[in-house]
């Protein structure tokens, strides 16, 4: 059973416009939240990160959500640039960290 | 600074053959992890190591195993090679939550 859902696989946007990606968990034990950004042939880089203890965090263009009572995160990119299209994978870590759980990711596809 | 890096980039194995994939990060970080990546999944750890001289199962740890070497360095070795290992195997290390990763390695066993 996934813990870590990102029920899209792909999402496509306009220049300019906004990109949002959701993320959804089942383990109310998980108390970090983080979003990767990966290119073909590279591995994830960190993108931005929440705790558990706040509901907002930004990043110049990224700001991520999280709704703890509905088991829910969201990244939000304003604006969205070509050189977004990536694949962004949601993870998820419990207490201690070691053992993150990340989704199956969104294939993010920016059209100029 | 090389931050993580992995070798080989890619490989092709026979069923039944053995080999390791090494990683090294320059980052003098405590903690380092392996994933594989496969088409749907995301990435699944497979084994991790807290600190230098110790290293725990992760979620998919059969038919793998693994030794950190020393702080810098942690191999995966697969004994005896099977199809269903054919998969993008990441490396990565943290100091605390954020995990950096290296490129990856490609291996298809046949």
């Known amino acids: 059973d996934q813990q870590v859902k990102q029920n899209s696989p792909s999402l496509s946007v306009q220049e300019g416009r906004i990109s949002i990606l959701n993320c959804d968990y089942t383990?109310?034990?998980?108390?970090?939240f983080l979003w990767y950004k990966k290119y073909p042939a590279e591995g994830p880089t960190f993108l931005i990160s929440?705790?558990?203890?706040?509901d907002k965090n930004e990043d110049g263009r990224f700001t991520v959500f999280l709704n703890k009572s509905a088991k829910h995160l969201s990244l939000h990119i304003v604006p969205s640039q070509p050189g977004d299209s990536a694949v962004y994978f949601c993870?998820?870590?419990?207490?201690?960290?070691?053992?993150?759980?990340f989704g199956a990711g969104t294939r993010l596809f920016v059209k100029a | 600074n090389a931050g993580v890096t992995q070798t080989p980039k890619f490989q092709v194995l026979k069923t039944g053959q053995s080999m390791t994939l090494q990683c090294a990060q320059d980052?003098?970080?405590?903690?380092m992890y392996w994933y594989r990546q496969d088409p749907g999944m995301g990435l699944r750890l497979i084994y991790y190591?807290?600190?230098?001289?110790?290293?725990d199962k992760g979620e998919v740890p059969n038919g793998y195993n693994v030794s950190r070497l020393n702080k810098r360095e942690f191999s995966l070795r697969l004994e005896s090679a099977a199809p269903s290992q054919t998969s993008v195997y990441f490396c990565?290390?943290?100091?605390?939550?954020?995990?950096?990763f290296g490129p990856g390695t490609r291996l298809t066993v046949l």
């Open positions: 990565a290390s943290t100091p605390t939550d954020t995990q950096y």
């Open positions: 383990n109310s034990m998980f108390d970090y």
């Open positions: 929440i705790s558990s203890i706040k």
């Open positions: 993870a998820a870590s419990p207490p201690g960290g070691f053992k993150t759980i």
């Open positions: 980052m003098n970080h405590n903690s």
């Open positions: 190591s807290a600190s230098e001289g110790t290293t």
